[in-house]
């Protein structure tokens, strides 16, 4: 998918493993993002709906998303952001290409609740962390994407313990 390039630079919010819950301080640290990716185990169409009034969203299927709403989602996504493509799938062991020989740029995954942000073979790799309910002690994050033409950067953000 290639998305209207509105402005540079582009504020991509990520979004993880909610499980059923959006939290409201993470939603409006996502408020002014251009899109937002959501990268599976969602549990909840309703949190896509609120996740769409703040910015366009590509949302992929996780092994938790079932039902006739998550039937509609894809497991694996791509999207283009200025000279950018990124690569979205919800456990990263699943995927089947060599992202750099496609010319992808960044890869989002979730599944493993643990943000994270690696570069491998020029290839950024990003999960967010799970933005839902605890689980065991991993926190609780999300992510951000910043896209300026062919240049990206990425980092993940952790909310206080509370």
Request: proline residues 7%; aromatic residues 4%.
């Amino acid at each position: 998918m290639n998305l209207p390039v509105r402005q540079s630079p582009l504020r991509v919010g990520l979004i993880s493993d909610t499980h059923g819950l959006l939290r409201p301080e993470v939603e409006a640290l996502l408020r002014g993002s251009d899109f937002i990716i959501h990268a599976g185990d969602i549990c909840d169409p309703a949190i896509l709906e609120a996740l769409a009034a703040i910015a366009p969203v590509t949302a992929v299927r996780g092994n938790c998303d079932q039902g006739p709403w998550a039937g509609r989602l894809r497991e694996t996504e791509r999207l283009r952001l200025g000279d950018v493509l990124i690569y979205v799938i919800h456990d990263l062991a699943r995927m089947d290409l060599e992202p750099g020989a496609r010319g992808i740029r960044v890869v989002v995954s979730g599944h493993s609740h643990q943000p994270s942000v690696q570069e491998r073979g020029g290839v950024l790799f990003v999960n967010p962390g799970s933005a839902g309910p605890r689980r065991f002690k991993l926190p609780i994050a999300f992510g951000e994407l910043t896209v300026a033409g062919g240049r990206v950067s990425a980092r993940t953000l952790e909310l206080a313990p509370g």
